[in-house]
């Protein structure tokens, strides 16, 4: 069954130096509060996997918490790069980067591979792309019945992973909702999953019997953070802070820029920040 | 016409080639515009995917990521993202595949993940994300991009998407059922793949372009179709519906709501 | 788009002799009406697909229809055996049926791997069981990373399939909610799709974001037909007939009484018939 | 306790085996109702799973089927049966899968395929369903069923679902990592597999059974624990909730609601 219980204590017990740990969440739902704690706790040697990094990575990578990094698309999602991760790559700063770079159907084939248990996914990709050329972790395995060459990844599986959800009950079941992007599959195939949600609430005998609800069971740890994904959203509770996005831009460019950004707005900051940021974002009731 | 923007003319003219019957997969950026402008106009009942697991989306406004949410507030389903690429990509269900690019050879194989060797990257690029598979299991692929010698090149730096190879049978070769490119529309002009060689020729110039405009922003030796037509002009509905989107777009990203 | 017309003419229009079909459903939403339709028709040769063939395909191999059986639990759920499919794997009564078996993880797997577009499933399954003896059709790959022996079966492709909805909108978008089985799975994977539903309402503007939805476009041909799942159920329209499915048992163990029962109920039925059916199963509005 | 039929008897000693931080795959049939009575009973909050998609139900009658309405509007959730079979089952998500038998030998491998020849069947049984991959993904096995020498037999006709193959080590040299059958209940004994050899040995007899008694309805040599007890006596409440249990479900499957 999750544990209910506060930010600060469901990172300390679940994320370790060196883990290979996943902050999901495909544009929707990101997990900025519980990745900020991770960066507030310190944690080194990480390999981070996600399909989309974005500024949240960004950050981690910039604050030398990550020795690897596995994706299919690191960029700031319709402003352009992330410049903290390709300061690691092209430069070497703050340490090195290795990277394991795959194609999004990769990586969502992955994912569902892992959830499922299986050791690899297999599927037609990968078709005259380079990326099978640079990256051992592409190999193949041929069809028995027809002889095609089908590409095979390994399944992600991580140690632990983190995702951002619209709520859970008292029972810790936690229901997420619109775009759901790879939120199961990341909790599914980790051994260990924090969740993080805008708020508990008695029940849920209002839920659709088919929407995406993960038994409490499934769940390691459940957190209430408010505004916990900004500057992400949380559909039906705040929208996208666009304009963060945009700002980011400016604000990763420079290394001491970055640092300073880092220490009011993570380091010196809180799980309990959060609900102010998203404030203005708020849906209507 | 006077006053448009070869960025809006090159919308425009992408948005002319998607029709109500259409299944889209959306890429962010110059292709997303032309698919809801398309919506917008001539095909009201074009059903546009985006890769977050929106399907048959209509948004008031561009989303600045594949995963605003406004995307899912007015999309016929949304599906989780392994659905999206198993039943509805990899399926075979998605009848054209709109990209852009960085670097793009004349073949239409496209890079969007380093600038340099891929291990020493001079630039790391954001990666293929969708674009690898949405280049064999959809249809036909549209391209769209802004000419340039750095982006239109005789050799790109890295394949991240597969077009048509080294040319001429190249995809069947590789197994290949789908079509690949079949249509690039820039800021310049409208090209199309010559059906044997499978070259980029251009088809049409946009109004008031000339030919050397669209060699001297392009890598390679420009290849013209002989049938070489010019666009037509924008129309007045497609231009202000263009302006209009893109006001409202400028208005809900700025800030706050 | 779909077209939405009378069950009559989407099945003349979508199945034909020797096609190889699938009539899906998981104790929930079976197509009866729709399998009924296509008795009528007197389709002959199917190769017929489904997780759970019961008392529907009990009915369609007792009237000679099929050829072959493709299959992963052959019985009348809660009941017992399915009576006229014994006689003819046991008899060859009215004809031999050639059957293929697989288990539910590989038939699940194998449609997945269908409305996904590949050659075939791999997964962890069939250890130590002797069906992989007695099938040629499952196989199996080395995973290239671990050398482990995974099952590989071919995806389950149908020429077309019949499934059972709640309700469709105007457009021809179909809604399924409650129990969804491999409802999705059979649509995507079938290479033309016919859908009877309880009724066609003018929109779906208050469906749940994440709730099954089969865009028009996926579909080839709505039909309304109420009750059409008699007597399977549909959630939130009527109950399932539990005591049809019990009085299956004796109408099927003897020849004529069987094709008396067919005559009477499906040869000389229509698809208006079903709504009566249903009547007393209907669920309070 | 006077009156207790053996199903009744088996039913509630299988029950005693499931508490509620039990995760359990449940079969239809004996399976089903020892499941449920668990939870009517000692083990509130067990998570009953049922193939048909249906994640944590509380059925207030027994299913028919294993995709009654009830499961899906009692479940804590309702998922595709792809999704079922690869997140849920495979993904090892599952401690105790319960399954019955049609025919079963003395390692705890199960026939329920056909009697006879496979390919010239004398009797065509429904098959194996979900279970050859319950019994090797599930943390554990549990088997119910009603003894006699046509079920309980030397060799099966066919190994529809692996338990412990020939005995002793045979999972794990099968490369299994999960354990396999650990329990048998039946109407008249509760079973459990040697530690060494994995054959099914009595543990306890039900009350008023003799060994001789269980050894006329068992097709192999048995064998009884040096420590063989008997089972503890039905409760008034076990007995009084089955039989409301079986008392509504009768009822609601008889005919219309």
Not at chain 2, 133 to 143: L, N, V
């Amino acid at each position: 069954m999750a544990k209910i219980q506060p930010l600060g204590d469901a990172v300390a017990e679940n994320l370790r130096d060196g883990d290979f740990a996943a902050f999901e969440g495909f544009t929707h739902l990101i997990p900025h509060a519980a990745a900020h704690e991770a960066i507030r706790q310190g944690r080194r040697d990480l390999t981070l996997v996600r399909m989309t990094p974005d500024i949240v990575y960004d950050q981690m990578v910039g604050m030398g918490m990550a020795k690897k990094l596995v994706f299919s698309y690191v960029g700031n999602p319709g402003v352009g790069l992330l410049r903290r991760v390709r300061d690691a790559i092209e430069n070497g700063w703050p340490n090195s980067l290795e990277i394991e770079e795959h194609s999004h159907a990769a990586m969502a084939n992955a994912y569902e591979a892992g959830a499922a248990g299986q050791p690899i996914a297999v599927f037609r990709g990968y078709v005259g792309a380079e990326l099978a050329e640079v990256n051992a972790n592409i190999k193949s395995v041929t069809c028995p019945f027809t002889g095609e060459k089908l590409a095979a990844v390994r399944s992600v599986r991580p140690d632990v992973s983190f995702v951002h959800a619209q709520k859970a009950n008292k029972k810790g079941d936690v229901l997420i909702e619109g775009i759901i992007g790879i939120q199961k599959e990341a909790v599914l195939a980790a051994g260990r999953a924090v969740v993080t949600v805008e708020e508990i609430v008695d029940n849920f005998d209002d839920v659709h019997p088919n929407a995406c609800v993960l038994p409490s069971w499934a769940v390691t740890a459940v957190c209430v953070v408010p505004g916990g994904a900004h500057p992400s959203y949380t559909h039906g509770y705040y929208g996208r802070d666009n304009a963060s996005y945009v700002a980011w831009d400016e604000i990763s460019a420079d290394r001491d820029r970055f640092k300073a950004w880092m220490l009011e707005n993570v380091l010196d900051a809180s799980p309990d920040d959060y609900a102010d940021r998203v404030k203005s974002f708020r849906s209507a009731p | 016409m006077s006053g448009v923007h070869p960025d809006e003319m090159m919308t425009i003219a992408a948005s002319r080639v998607l029709n109500s019957d259409d299944v889209c997969f959306v890429g962010i950026g110059a292709p997303s515009a032309a698919c809801n402008l398309a919506r917008l106009t001539h095909a009201p009942d074009i059903t546009l995917i985006y890769e977050s697991g929106t399907i048959g989306t209509a948004p008031d406004v561009l989303p600045l990521s594949i995963g605003d949410g406004e995307l899912c507030d007015t999309a016929v389903t949304t599906v989780s993202v392994p659905e999206m690429f198993r039943y509805w990509l990899q399926g075979g269900r998605v009848s054209i595949g709109f990209l852009g690019a960085a670097q793009l050879d004349k073949f239409g194989n496209i890079n969007t993940t380093v600038i340099g060797d891929y291990h020493k990257p001079k630039t790391r690029l954001p990666g293929g994300g969708g674009a690898p598979e949405i280049a064999t299991s959809c249809g036909e692929i549209f391209i769209t991009m802004k000419q340039s010698r750095r982006g239109l090149v005789e050799k790109i730096d890295f394949v991240t998407t597969f077009g048509h190879g080294v040319g001429g049978p190249a995809r069947e070769n590789m197994g290949l059922k789908t079509k690949g490119p079949t249509l690039m529309v820039t800021d310049l002009a409208v090209w199309k793949p010559d059906p044997e060689t499978k070259e980029f020729t251009v088809e049409t110039l946009h109004p008031g372009v000339t030919r050397e405009a669209v060699q001297e922003t392009c890598g390679w030796p420009v290849k013209f179709s002989d049938g070489l037509a010019v666009t037509p002009e924008p129309t007045e509905l497609e231009l202000t519906t263009l302006r209009d989107l893109q006001a409202r777009t400028k208005a809900a990203h700025a800030g706050a709501a």
